[in-house]
């Protein structure tokens, strides 16, 4: 048996992957980016909207912010930093600090061993690096 890859692969299914985290992948055992054989395809689209590869550091942000949606309108070319920014400002998920007496509970709960670190924030509503915190000083 042969090791056929690609679309004349028997077992083909179109190249076309959505990963965990909702980006599409596509098959282009070409490009030089390319992790086993599959690119993402918001890139793609926009190296051939620009004409050229993308460079180291340079970032393709999805503007609605649904990952499959790679349509030329929906997306939009900026470096690493401007990425963290334009992520940062509209952060639904503001830091919480917890209280001194909040922190005692905190310990209280953990000591006790019923209670995972991520119960306890959830019941504190605040992250899990919080109550770490919290927990190791």
């Not at 349509?71 to 919480?96: A, C, D, F, P, W």
């Not at 509970?105 to 670190?117: D, E, F, I, P, S």
């Amino acid at each position: 048996m042969t090791n056929v890859k690609g679309p004349n692969n028997p077992r083909w299914k179109g190249g076309r992957q959505v990963t965990f985290f909702g980006y599409v992948r596509v098959y282009c055992p070409t490009h030089p980016k390319a992790i086993r054989n599959l690119v993402s395809e918001h890139r793609l689209i926009m190296e051939r909207y620009l004409q050229r590869q993308l460079q180291d550091g340079e970032v393709v942000h999805h503007r609605n912010h649904d990952k499959s949606d790679n349509r030329i309108e929906n997306l939009e070319l900026m470096t690493n930093v401007e990425h963290s920014r334009q992520h940062s400002l509209g952060n639904r998920y503001k830091k919480r600090v917890l209280t001194p007496r909040q922190e005692n509970q905190v310990a209280q709960l953990w000591q006790t061993g019923k209670y995972r670190m991520k119960d306890i924030a959830r019941k504190f509503n605040v992250g899990t690096t919080a109550i770490f915190s919290s927990i190791h000083r």
